[in-house]
């Protein structure tokens, strides 16, 4: 293994113990190791906005707290969702007694875990509401959304309903704002190589060179076809070909494009696939509102790249172009 | 009399459990990694591990079952950790006024930790997934129950049934959890968690027999 850890045990704490230090302007420790929330957080009369996931994902997800963003975050080991604990301190770490919303991906731990933890927060008086991102178009069919997985779209979420809960919204609205935009979202992600887990050691699957998996996960998960690897723009268009039928997107709209590396993609290369993206978009009467291109939600180290496609209305529009400030998405005020 | 062990003496049950794991761990992460991420054993054990540390002289094996269920619910996560802990607590809460274990005791511990399971997850039997060795080995030891067996023949029956829900998960496709993301690429390889709960019963059943021997 080729990487720049000590222990693989305890990559996770290292992790947290670094990122908290490096970030000591937005972000503070809590009682609990695998919390980490908002400096300001809870900020009375606001509504409490916490997610929390496996680890590998960086900027996913503790670069997302901060202004106008999430609160507080609970961190899993690498790939493998925070505990019922964690979701629970989380919880309470954000609450200002307006009620919390949980916005997080669809991943049955991560489903099991928040389900007790807002149980447990029900009984001290917290309310806690949920929304789960199921935004991965691969990942089932159609008919069954409520299947689908959350990946780079969660992101789009987070700032929908951070922004909507800033602006005063009530928990009802929060919610609202977050699950109109997961419901307007759709992602994609194609990988060319494996990752591994530190712990684990060698990768748990394995692209041969000169293939990209299509439709692949945020933890690898096999896609929906292997084929030949393809240029870029021509990668391009298969996103494309998948994520705006499905929605679907069409003429006239107005969109925010997120493409994501999935960790060891050079930034360079993810703006060659943009470039193409938003000339098919163009020639389609798309119009892009406000792209993100970088390294917003990865896969440890694998070589790939998402596309997520979100069609904008004029709330979702207020909320995305909202100032906010953390460690993965920085936006000054218009 | 029919064949029982004393509940004060069972903690043995809960360190048997604790090494069955670790002698098991790269095994099972080597299954989980087919299809999975590759981190069931290692994430096992990190929690079986925990319990160890926190477990007391002269604990029963209801309290030392319920150090292992709040240890895995609170601190390890992932799917496991909530299922398998309460798991764990339901078996605990069972068994705990219980002085003597007998058949009739290990039956409500099986059950009432199945329906812990089914309470919070959404798999049925066939869904490829640690059901499927847990199911038939609950229904299998309660007619073994029912029709009068004790302690050993009623624990040979789990066990037996057990192995061949386990087993019977390598022809199976995922319907939920991370692998049913697979479809038809998951078939042909056990599933990691009912392989974990494969190993955890036939153990447990192996030191119940030796303690009510």
Redesign the interface.
């Known amino acids: 293994m080729q990487r720049i850890i000590n222990d693989p045990d305890l990559v996770v704490n290292e992790m947290v113990e670094g990122f908290l230090t490096a970030h000591s302007d937005v972000v503070v420790p809590t009682d609990n190791p695998r919390v980490v929330k908002y400096k300001h957080a809870p900020i009375a009369g606001k509504v409490g906005i916490v997610t929390g996931g496996g680890s590998g994902h960086k900027p996913a997800f503790v670069g997302y707290v901060g202004k106008n963003l999430v609160d507080a975050v609970a961190v899993g080991e690498v790939f493998s969702s925070p505990t019922a604990k964690a979701f629970y301190d989380a919880i309470r770490a954000a609450d200002s007694g307006k009620g919390v919303a949980v916005l997080y991906g669809n991943y049955a731990g991560d489903v099991m875990n928040v389900k007790m933890a807002a149980e447990e927060a029900a009984e001290d008086g917290i309310t806690v509401r949920t929304v789960l991102a199921n935004d991965d178009v691969p990942s089932a069919a159609k008919d069954q959304l409520s299947k689908r997985r959350g990946v780079a779209g969660e992101v789009l979420m987070w700032k929908a309903g951070g922004a909507k809960a800033a602006l005063g919204g009530s928990l009802e609205e929060v919610v609202a704002a977050a699950q109109k935009a997961i419901d307007h979202t759709r992602s994609v992600g194609i990988g060319l190589t494996p990752c591994t887990i530190p712990a684990v050691g060698k990768p748990n699957f394995q692209i041969e060179p000169g293939k990209m998996e299509v439709g692949i996960g945020h933890h690898g998960e096999p896609g929906i076809r292997v084929e030949d690897l393809q240029p870029a723009d021509r990668m391009a268009e298969m996103c494309l070909e998948i994520v705006l039928p499905d929605l679907p997107f069409g003429k006239g709209d107005e969109v925010v494009v997120l493409v994501s590396g999935l960790g060891a993609t050079p930034v360079m290369e993810q703006y060659i696939f943009y470039r193409r993206i938003e000339q098919v978009l163009r020639d389609k009467g798309i119009s892009v509102h406000r792209p993100y291109v970088g390294n917003y939600f990865t896969s440890l180290e694998m070589m790939g790249i998402t596309l997520t496609v979100m069609k904008l209305d004029d709330e979702l529009k207020q909320l995305v172009d909202l100032e906010c400030y953390s460690m993965g998405l920085r936006q000054a005020a218009e | 009399m029919s064949e029982s062990f004393s509940n004060t003496d069972g903690r043995v049950i809960v360190d048997r459990l604790i090494a069955v794991i670790r002698e098991n761990k790269v095994y099972l ?1 080597e299954i ?3 299809i ?4 069931h054993g ?2 096992m054990d ?1 929690g079986f591990q925990l319990c160890a540390s926190r477990l007391e002289e002269g604990m029963s094996m209801s309290e030392a079952l319920r150090v292992l269920g709040r240890t895995l ?11 398998y802990g309460q798991f764990f607590k339901a078996m605990a809460a069972a068994s705990k006024e219980a002085e003597r274990v007998d058949a009739a005791v290990v039956q409500s511990m099986l059950e009432a930790g199945y329906a812990a399971i089914r309470e ?2 959404e798999a049925k039997p066939g869904d490829k997934t640690l059901v499927d060795t847990l199911a038939p080995a609950a229904a299998a030891l309660a007619a073994a129950v029912n029709r009068g067996a004790f302690l050993t023949e009623a624990l040979d029956a789990m066990v037996e049934s057990a192995e061949a829900g386990w087993k019977s998960t390598e022809d199976l496709v995922a319907k ?3 692998s ?3 479809g038809e ?1 998951s078939r042909g390889v056990l599933d990691a968690g009912a392989t974990s709960c494969y190993l955890m019963l036939k153990a447990m059943a192996e030191n119940m027999k030796e303690l009510a021997a």
């Open positions: 992460s989980d990694g087919k999975g991420d590759g981190d290692i994430n990190k619910l609170l601190e390890i996560g992932g799917s496991m950790g909530p299922l919070l997850g939920v959890g991370r049913s993301r697979l690429r």
